[in-house]
């Protein structure tokens, strides 16, 4: 298989943008950061959202602007293009909806999902992630995270 190319999830981008109370990982993530260097990472909308909703509920109105100002400014590496980030677009419409409805490729429906505990956010990535995989060919597409839930569908 040639280039590698993961999704990172929530989980993950708020160890790298160390946000307190979501952080306990980021020696461990960081050093993964390394090793990932060879990959291309795309960050889902999803996650941006759901970390972007973290930060804001910091009670600390300094540490609130100061990770505010950290996630746009790699909000504007993403936008750049800078390694090891690519930018993506993801239309909001009727084949993403049906996508995330039947369970985004893995064959369980939504319904099924919230059952077992995976959130719609992480249904969100893995439809991000399939309807990726369904326009290349010859690249391997994986989800990094933290998450065990949706660990076990990347």
Known sequence: MGRRVEFVDTSVLCNL????GK?????NVLRALEEKRACDLVLPVTAAIETGNHIAQLSDCRLRRQYADKLSKLLELVILGE???VLRTVE??????????SGA?????????VMAKLGLGDLCILAERELYRSRVTGVEVGIWT????LSSHS
């Not at 943008?17 to 307190?20: A, G």
């Not at 909001?92 to 409805?101: D, K, N, T, V």
């Not at 490729?105 to 319904?111: A, E, L, R």
Request: hydrophobic share 30%; aromatic share 12%.
């Open 146 to 149: 933290l998450d065990g839930q």
């Open 17 to 20: 943008l160390d946000v307190p």
């Open 23 to 27: 952080n306990q990982d980021r020696k």
């Open 83 to 85: 390694a090891p980030w």
């Open 92 to 101: 909001w419409g009727e084949s993403f909806l049906r996508s995330l409805l």
């Open 105 to 113: 490729g893995t064959g369980t429906p939504f319904s099924d999902h």
